[in-house]
């Protein structure tokens, strides 16, 4: 055996369950050993990892560490002499833990694998996730298992040990003592941790001088600065679109990217039960946006403005929510003389007010991330005067509102005292600022002027490139820490396996700075060991653990008042928008801000709207194309103050006129293999000054042509009734108007048909809640180890999802389109096509309606492919997966097959889920599977639970009910296929007033 | 038209089969010869180039199999294009040797016994090329042989249902009846060449591959009935082949390729691009064997009038098409018309239709159809137009099909065009090599249509000059 012996685990290692981690970190052998993280020699691995390496490496930590329910070596058949506790070969175990986000998190449950952590799911306990996830959250578990990541911390480009980094760090923080912190500047993302928020505070109190500067390129500064004018407090607005019954959507893509998303996607759809509700008590939404967001996609009414407009809508609406009696105040005085928009936003304003006016407090304003804090301060007012707040509107305090400066224009100040000498010593705890920081700071330079600058990171990214020192950081499903979202419900972040390349945490980074030496875990717990919580604290803390989250903990609402006086000077104080083209900075749907810059799925991940996948482009709407001449791909120049950018653009529907989208993240130059060379980065362009919106942009074509990996080129129906919607007056005429099919002969069958006397799965999705935003994309790449095959795949129309969404451009004016969302995924018909030509018998029926593949019976004739009506078949036309690393392969599911080349694969519905299930039931002496207990990962992954799936058989289970709605209908019925995938069609809620718009 | 130039144009009087004096030992020499004679200098050059585009097949074939068939340009949505187009256009070349062959002979159309010989070869080579196709588009080359009903210890079979598995019956029967039926044909030749064999290693291969052919009464007996059996047999296959091929496409539910008008559609086509393949050949070996004298301007014309016949059929089934998307009322029919006629793809169909129904129409001219330059040059056109309506029927079929939001477009990569290339090296090698080392024309039965054969006719033996 050439493997460093794992079974020799010192005496302390007594505990042999992953949850006995932290008391581990107390033992004195841990101890000593942790120092040195790795034993000799391990720590100085060079690039890359061999196998032997790689599992000699988790041997040797183990046998320290003790962890032997964490990372155990996997190629060695040996019955465990001792099995840890609740771990059976072949069944998962789920723990729960939160996942820290751009200042928020989600609650998860993870899905473990003989210590793998494999797949992420959504806490259903907690409320920003209510058991759903995100795309983000759902990729989140690949960059865990990013070969990429940095092993080791690195002094310029050598590697040292994380001895002489904690070395430097206390020297650091006994140096600056002498000082009182002078010159020394702490620089983080934005977090809500207590206890990173404990532990900055303890540092403030040692070293006064010290400053801590928060900095998020996606941050929510506006929204705080306008809560700050409109009631004097920094407060988070927190939403509940359930209660909803208008709601209207200022530049907000309230149902993916601002706020909690999972909860306002779950609780717009709480507000689209049209059968539950009625028409009338179904909600209205009006988007009032300058891209083509998801919410706008999912609005009843939809209004093309560029961004730089909203604020003047905003105050329009406010102005005529005063004419109709709503009291503003003096807000009223400064609305008054609002400029006039054009008929239809003057149209649709009139119509948004009456609305919200008829129903007060049932109304929801909601301002996007990108608006200025005037906007927000009216928002609030308006929420106010309209006594939504308390309803559907709750204020909650800030997080850490006594933290030092936070938002672009401090970093742009940080940069210059960098510049200028002040600042000796910079510790960075993540985030990427060297990248990602207003370009007026000119950042990364000023990186280079400071003496010492330390980044803490997962990857050697731009920032830790440019630092003299890079410090490794582990992964959120390798750590200990501690989190709040959005209403303040805390969550302890468990690690689901040790550091797989020895990374340690933020709080662990500064409490070295502090001079003293507590593990991840210890700190969390002495920040929760207080007040009530410390009687009984273990048990406290295991039921934390296990809930994911402190029961009670959510913060309380603020009483708001707002100060009108101080909107209405606000609301003055904002510059008239200026001429021009504009472009508006958005997250991007693959990478956020660029942290998922490295992840193959989400690179892969088609963008909801265009389907554009690896890598970013301009959206410019069709009439500036034209204007132009610019066609999809073509490279223009971006110029605004005095920078300028080269990226290609991108014909999208429903874009402002005057108004070009760009989104953050790409274009990295410091990032891993997946990364490398894709998208443009956009950031030049963006100031401090001009954080979200640039106007006076200057457009030049170059001549130059890219071409855009898209998987959808076409997006209109071509008159196929294929993803249906009607109003909800055309509902309540005829509720049966989605079954309406083409006229077809008498479907007659040339075999014996099937009848399906046990158990028939089925599954059906709701497009009226559908709001297409990835989730169930992701979670079915991840569940069903889905290989990605890049751009040049992309571009050859062989990307391997097998759930897509498709995206469908409606309407009878082409430059005002709406849009739907059609998810498809294998239908499993009943008279499948696909069956009757594969040759070799390789796709079969099941006796419960599956559609089976056995992948090692096909040989890849690809005739099933051509055949399915839906092209949901994917085939392997090159080795898509053997190219996985070592690494890469501790996240494979190990309940499905990993396919070769040369093999066709589709939608399972989950079969590995129904198998589990169905064995479940057997052993508990059930004849049937009960509804519910086999979730699809779609299904699983949905915030708006628009997809269920079950048994057809089962007159009850929640499918067979679906299957009852008038809304029901399944695509391209007439070619007799039968398919077990049905949909129900969508609603609209549109306003009869604004008929004709 | 001129009946001048003409003279033997009155459709009441035959016109001689093979015009001039012509006896049996000058046929026998003649065909014996260009397989005797030293190996001219045009041959090896000939052979050396299409040896290197066999090179370029090999080489391909081995690219894809060892990275896949993703160096295609094939996608999720186009699941196949030239793979298909050339497995389609190959079998249908192929159809002409059995039609001339079987067809013809049970017709008594003695005119084909130029021609069948040669005809039948180009079958044998043209299904060879086609079976390069299925066999090596699958993703798993090396379980292709899962096609074919291989008994096992699993019990797992083929799927009976599936037309694809009928296709690999239908021309796997074909491609052996052919090759037996050719094979038939040539043993009183092969006889004939290890008669006149100069060498021992010739007398022996030819002497292995002659069977013992002595040329007795019993022997020429038993080889009249075989090859009527065999005509018999190759007859249904004839149609079958191609209807079969044609079920591939009609059997599925992709509009534009589930058409009941496809069997008939497509044996029409076949026959079509066989006998313009073979008049491209014929007239490559009268300019370059020098069988001007065997292979007359009369044998061309008669191929000539097959080409206008076939040619206005499949003419005939592209507009009948059109009607009855229109008619049927399906929209789904409907929109895969108009996208061929005038979709992305519009190029293409609109090649096919020139190539197929614009210019064979031009057969109506005696002139054009007695003209070898323009007959050169049309059927070469044939064969282009009859590759593009397999390609239009195959891409423009998939590209497009029900779910506007997988609609794409298919662009062929640099393995599909040289493995299509290659394909025409392993063509022609093996018809140099053909007509290097065996008979190009069937000495036996051309003979049988001589004025000498004909007991009735007024000959001396003389004449006929026996040899041997």
Redesign the interface.
């Known amino acids: 055996m050439k493997r460093a012996p794992y079974s020799h685990a010192p005496e302390t290692s007594g505990k042999t369950h992953w949850r006995s981690l932290g008391e581990l970190h107390g033992s004195e052998a841990f101890a000593g050993a942790a120092a040195r993280e790795f034993p000799e020699g391990a720590s100085d691995a060079v690039s890359g990892f061999g196998r032997r390496r790689f599992i000699s490496l988790m041997g040797a930590s183990l046998a320290l560490g003790g962890l032997v329910g964490c990372r155990r070596p996997e190629e060695t058949i040996v019955p465990y002499t001792r099995a840890p506790e609740e771990v059976i070969p072949g069944r998962p175990l789920y723990f729960a833990t939160a996942l820290p986000m751009l200042g928020t998190s989600v609650g998860l449950i993870v899905e473990s694998h003989e210590g793998r952590p494999t797949k992420i799911e959504g806490n259903p306990r907690h409320p920003e996730s209510l058991g759903a996830t995100s795309a983000f959250l759902q990729a989140s578990v690949l960059d865990l298992y990013d070969p990429d990541r940095s092993d080791s911390p690195q002094q310029g480009s050598e590697k040292r040990t994380w001895d002489e980094a904690a070395a430097l760090l206390r020297k650091i923080g006994e140096d600056a003592k002498s000082k009182k912190g002078k010159g020394l500047v702490i620089l983080t993302e934005a977090h809500r941790s207590p206890t990173l928020a404990g532990l900055l505070g303890d540092l403030r109190a040692a070293l006064p001088e010290a400053r801590v500067v928060r900095y998020e390129p996606l941050g929510r500064d506006e929204a705080l600065e306008g809560s700050r004018v409109a009631s004097g407090r920094a407060l988070e607005t927190v939403i509940d679109v359930a209660r909803a019954r208008v709601i209207i959507s200022l530049d907000a893509d309230l149902l993916v990217a601002e706020g909690s998303p999972l909860k306002q996607a779950r609780g717009f759809a709480a507000g689209r039960d049209i059968e539950g509700l009625g028409a009338a008590g179904m909600s209205r939404l009006y988007a009032v946006e300058s891209a083509f967001s998801i919410t706008g996609a999912a609005a009843d009414h939809r209004l093309r403005l560029a961004s730089r407009l909203v604020p003047r809508l905003a105050f329009a609406l406010a102005r005529e929510l005063s004419k109709l009696g709503i009291e503003l105040g003096d807000l009223a005085a400064a609305v008054a003389a609002t400029p006039a928009l054009d008929a239809r936003a003057e149209r649709m304003v009139k119509a948004m007010a009456a609305d919200l006016a008829a129903r007060r407090g049932e109304g929801l304003v909601v301002a996007g991330r990108g608006q200025p804090a005037a906007v927000h301060a009216v928002v609030q007012a308006i929420n106010h005067a309209l006594g939504n707040a308390g309803k559907t509107v709750r204020y909650v305090a800030a997080f850490d509102d006594s933290a030092s400066a936070s938002g672009p224009a401090k970093v742009v100040e940080l940069a210059a005292a960098m510049r200028s000498g002040e600042v000796d010593t910079l510790v960075i705890l993540g985030g990427n600022p060297a990248y990602d920081a207003p370009a007026d700071g000119h950042f990364a330079d000023a990186l280079g002027k400071v003496k010492q600058s330390i980044h803490l990171a997962t990857h050697v990214d731009d920032t830790s490139a440019r630092a003299t020192w890079h410090l490794n950081r582990a992964h959120s499903l390798e750590s200990w820490g501690d989190v709040r979202s959005e209403d303040g419900t805390a969550s302890i972040v468990q690690p689901l396996i040790a550091p797989i390349f020895g990374g340690r945490t933020d709080c662990e980074v500064v409490e070295m700075l502090l001079g003293r030496g507590r593990k991840a875990y210890e700190l969390v717990r002495a920040t929760w060991q207080t007040g009530a919580r410390a009687l009984d604290f273990d048990k406290g803390f295991r039921r934390a653990l296990h809930d994911g989250l402190w029961a009670d903990s959510a913060l309380p609402a603020e009483d708001v008042s707002p100060r009108f006086a101080d909107i209405a000077k606000a609301t003055r104080a904002l510059p008239a928008p200026a001429e021009g083209i504009e472009v508006t900075f958005n997250s991007d749907p693959h990478v956020l801000d660029g942290r998922f810059a490295n992840n193959g799925w989400l690179q892969e991940l088609p963008c909801p709207m265009h389907k554009l996948t690896w890598g970013n482009a301009a959206a410019i709407s069709p009439a500036m194309a034209r204007e132009h001449g610019l066609s999809d791909g073509d490279v223009v120049k971006l110029a605004a103050s005095g920078a300028e950018i080269h990226v290609p653009v991108l014909i999208a529907p429903g874009q402002a006129e005057g108004s070009i989208a760009l989104t953050l993240g790409h274009g990295r130059t410091h990032v891993g293999r997946v990364g490398k060379g894709v998208g443009v980065d956009v950031n030049p362009l963006r100031a401090s000054t001009a954080f979200n919106i640039v106007t006076g942009v200057v457009l030049t074509k170059t001549g130059e042509h890219t071409q855009l990996a898209r998987t959808q080129e076409h997006f209109a129906m071509e008159g196929r009734n294929l993803a249906r919607e009607g109003t909800a007056e055309e509902f309540t005429k005829e509720p049966g108007f989605a079954k309406e099919a083409p006229e077809h002969p008498p479907l007659l069958s040339l075999w014996k048909e099937r009848s399906y006397e046990g158990q028939a799965w089925g599954l059906n999705i709701d497009l009226n809640t559908c709001i297409g935003c990835n989730a169930c994309v992701t979670a079915c790449q991840a569940e069903n180890n889905i290989p990605i095959v890049g751009a040049e795949g992309v571009e050859g129309t062989r990307e391997m999802h097998w759930l897509r969404i498709d995206r469908y451009f409606t309407g009878e004016e082409a430059d005002e389109p709406a849009s739907i969302a059609q998810p498809t995924m294998c239908s499993h018909c009943e008279n499948a096509p696909c069956e009757q030509v594969c040759p070799v018998g390789a796709t079969t029926h099941s006796p419960e309606g599956l559609n089976d593949m056995a992948y090692n019976r096909c040989i890849g004739t690809r005739y099933c492919a051509n055949n399915c009506p839906f092209k949901v078949r994917r085939f392997n036309f090159l080795d898509y997966t053997s190219g996985i690393t070592e690494i890469g392969k501790m996240q494979i599911n190990p309940d499905v097959t990993v396919r070769s080349r040369g093999v066709m694969e589709k939608c399972t519905f989950c079969v590995q889920r129904i198998n589990h299930a169905k064995i479940d039931a057997k052993k508990d002496g059930q004849g049937h599977v009960k509804d519910g207990a086999i979730v699809t990962a779609c299904q699983q992954a949905c915030p708006t639970q628009a997809i269920r799936f079950g048994d057809l058989n089962d007159v009850g289970s929640k499918v067979a009910k679906r299957l009852q709605s008038p809304r029901m209908y399944r695509l391209l019925e007439e070619l007799n296929i039968k398919p077990r995938v049905s949909y129900l069609a969508r609603i609209k809620n549109p306003n009869p007033a604004l008929e004709g718009a | 038209m001129s009946t001048l130039s003409y003279p033997h144009d009155d459709p009441a009087v035959r016109p001689e089969l093979l015009p001039g004096k012509r006896d049996f030992r000058g046929i026998t020499r003649q065909v014996s010869g260009i397989v005797e004679a030293k190996t001219p200098t045009g041959w090896k050059l000939a052979i050396a180039f299409t040896l290197s585009v066999l090179m370029i097949l090999f080489g391909s074939l081995f690219r894809l199999v060892t990275?896949?068939?993703?160096?295609w340009?094939?996608?999720?949505?186009?699941?196949?294009a030239w793979d298909i187009t050339g497995f389609v256009f190959w079998v249908g070349i192929g159809h002409a040797g059995t039609l001339i062959s079987a067809i013809l002979f049970l017709f008594r159309q003695k005119w084909r016994t130029s021609i069948n010989r040669a005809a039948e070869a180009m079958t044998i080579f043209a299904v060879m090329s086609a079976a390069i196709y299925p066999v090596f588009?699958?993703?798993?080359?090396w379980?292709?042989y899962?096609?074919f009903p291989v008994p096992n210890q699993m019990q797992?079979?083929?799927?009976f249902?599936?037309?694809?598995?009928w296709d690999?019956c239908a021309v796997s029967t074909y491609a052996t009846v052919s090759l037996l039926f050719w094979f038939v044909g040539l043993v009183p030749d092969l006889a004939t060449l290890r008669d006149r064999a100069d060498t021992k290693t010739k007398q022996i291969v030819y002497g292995i591959l002659a069977l013992g052919w002595r040329g007795s009464h019993r022997h020429w007996l038993n080889y009249e009935k075989a090859y009527q059996i065999f005509a018999g047999l190759s007859t249904p296959l004839v149609l079958s082949v191609h209807t079969i091929v044609s079920f591939?496409f009609a059997?599925?539910?992709?509009p534009g390729w589930h058409t009941t008008i496809f069997p008939p559609y497509f044996v029409a086509g076949a026959v079509f691009s066989g006998f313009a393949m073979v008049v491209t050949l014929m007239v490559m070996a009268r300019r370059f064997l020098g069988l001007g004298n065997l292979i007359t301007i009369h044998h061309l014309e008669n191929m000539n009038k097959i080409i206008l016949a076939t040619g206005s059929i499949v003419g005939y089934a592209y507009g009948i098409e059109f009607f009855t998307a229109w008619y049927s009322?399906n929209?789904?029919e409907k929109?895969v018309f108009l996208n061929r006629a005038f979709g992305p793809y519009s190029w293409a169909y609109w090649t096919m239709v020139s190539c197929n129904v614009i210019f064979p129409q031009l057969f109506w001219f005696k002139k054009v159809r007695t003209s070898v330059p323009l007959m050169f040059v049309i059927s070469i056109l044939v064969n282009i137009g009859m590759w593009f309506e397999r390609f239009v029927i195959v891409v423009t079929s998939?590209h497009?099909?029900?779910?506007?939001?997988?609609?794409?477009?298919f662009k062929p990569s640099l393995f599909d065009i040289s493995t299509f290339i290659g394909t025409f090296g392993l063509f022609f090698t093996m018809l140099l090599l053909f007509v290097r080392y065996l008979p190009m024309v069937a000495i036996g039965e051309v003979k049988s249509i001589l004025p000498a054969a004909d007991p009735h006719a007024a000959h001396d033996h003389t004449e006929a000059r026996h040899e041997s």
């Open positions: 990275k896949g068939t993703g160096v340009g094939l996608n999720t949505t186009v699941g196949w588009h699958v993703g798993r080359v379980f292709a899962w096609l797992v079979w083929p799927n249902k599936s037309p694809l598995f690999v591939d059997v599925s539910v992709v009322g929209p789904y929109f998939l497009r099909d029900y779910l506007p939001s997988s609609w794409t477009y």
